[in-house]
């Protein structure tokens, strides 16, 4: 009886001096969060406060959270902010709402990412949910606490003194003597040990559970969780493949051009030097002749090669020279528009360069048209590539226009393509490829 009176007593503590304060606050703290999202669209004040006041209701929440793991003697990990990979459509609408009214009105880029991230946490969400029914259950668990650890002192001095207080009452009853005041404290003493013992340690565990069912996110939740950690890992693994695979491909460049090239190079000068020493014997000097025109086919070929692999002219002159080079050796009239694309990640240089290069390719043999268009421009972590002409359009993928090719390397990357080509045109090639922040 003595560990469970003991028990009664910590958990009766925990609802009177945890519960009931955390209650009470949770009835100001959730209107003082309403107020901090109103000011956040009507004055600049709530974009430090409504961020501020969020995370303070996450930490709080995952505090409460770990407390009834450990109250229930379960070992609960705190959460942690992480993106959600796919918010729900209310916390989406949310998110979108409030980032609308902050770059129209206050223009305030610097918090948006902020906002936007808690905003499209589920973890936000289940705490909020937590918050508003804490002010009720926290607050009313709390005065149960405070009955059962005052209950028992408080019958013993009620039954001794109710016919020397007026109106004293015992179970709601005033005694009309003393055998039916004595009685009723017996029996309100009863009720008040019953609570202290068991009904205190039951309502604290009852709590306890149904904060982590608030709190803990689903198993649905947790498996689009763990999906989204492993769709993570794999876009680095892919990215660091495609940049090691890209420092490859430079490698070998510059083997082939300091290298082979060299070489066939003064293969093709030595032997236009011996063609022209054995003029006088004109089998051996078509020989010759033969051998030199070869090699300097393969240098020709092996310039194509290079260019295929990694465009030497984009380490020379980064993507807005080399794209001037493609458009000035287009036969078809193109303008180029290249807005302030920053410093671009290799691999992004290289697919953009090439998919301008096969799709004014594509408009120079199959388009028919009289006039191109190409833009690069950079919004935030995304590089937008654009080709527009006036030809035929009736663009098909089935027959082998390069389009294949162009969707492929840009996926490679975790890029997006889009293709707009009706019959009789005009034809648009947008792509957008991810950059970094």
Not at 214 to 224: D, K, V
Not at 248 to 254: A, C, K, S, V
Not at 271 to 293: C, F, I, N
């Amino acid at each position: 009886m003595a560990g469970r009176t003991a028990r009664g007593l910590r958990s009766s503590a925990d609802l009177l001096f945890v519960s009931l304060p955390s209650g009470m606050a949770a009835m100001v703290a959730l209107p003082l969060l309403g107020v901090t999202a109103l000011t956040t669209i009507i004055a600049g004040l709530g974009l430090v406060l409504f961020p501020l006041a969020l995370e303070v209701v996450r930490r709080w929440a995952d505090w409460e959270r770990r407390r009834s793991g450990a109250l229930l003697g379960l070992g609960v990990p705190p959460s942690t902010v992480v993106r959600a990979p796919g918010p729900t459509t209310g916390a989406r609408g949310v998110a979108g709402s409030f980032e609308r009214v902050l770059r129209s009105h206050l223009g305030a880029e610097w918090t948006l990412a902020r906002i936007r991230r808690l905003l499209t946490d589920r973890a936000t969400w289940r705490a909020v949910r937590w918050l508003l029914v804490h002010l009720v259950v926290g607050t009313a668990s709390g005065l149960v606490g405070l009955t059962a650890i005052l209950g028992v002192p408080a019958t013993i001095v009620q039954t001794f003194a109710w016919s020397s207080i007026q109106g004293m009452t015992l179970l709601g009853v005033t005694p009309p003597n003393w055998p039916v005041a004595l009685l009723l404290g017996g029996i309100q003493t009863a009720v008040c040990v019953w609570l202290l013992c068991w009904g205190a340690p039951w309502l604290a565990h009852r709590q306890a559970r149904m904060t982590l069912r608030l709190l803990s996110p689903s198993a649905a939740e947790l498996r689009a969780e763990e999906l989204a950690a492993r769709v993570d890992v794999l876009t680095q693994t892919r990215a660091g493949a495609v940049d090691a695979h890209d420092a490859e491909l430079r490698r070998i460049e510059r083997d082939l051009h300091d290298g082979t090239q060299a070489r066939l190079v003064s293969i093709a000068m030595r032997l236009g030097v011996a063609e022209q020493t054995l003029k006088d014997d004109p089998e051996v000097a078509k020989l010759v002749q033969e051998a030199r025109v070869g090699a300097e086919e393969a240098m020709q070929e092996l310039r194509d090669v290079i260019r295929t692999m990694y465009p030497p002219i984009l380490s020379d002159r980064g993507l807005d020279g080399a794209l001037a080079a493609l458009v000035a050796r287009c036969p078809v009239p193109t303008t180029l528009d290249v807005g302030d694309l920053g410093k671009l990640p290799t691999p992004v240089e290289a697919a953009a360069y090439f998919v301008v290069a096969e799709a004014l390719t594509n408009v120079a043999k199959h388009s028919a048209a009289t006039e191109a268009d190409v833009r690069a421009s950079r919004y935030d972590d995304r590089l937008v590539v654009e080709v527009r002409d006036n030809g035929i359009g009736g663009i098909d993928e089935s027959r082998g226009t390069g389009v294949a090719g162009i969707r492929r390397r840009v996926g490679a990357i975790d890029g997006a393509s889009h293709i707009e080509s009706p019959a009789g045109g005009p034809s648009s090639l947008l792509v957008e490829l991810p950059c970094g922040s």
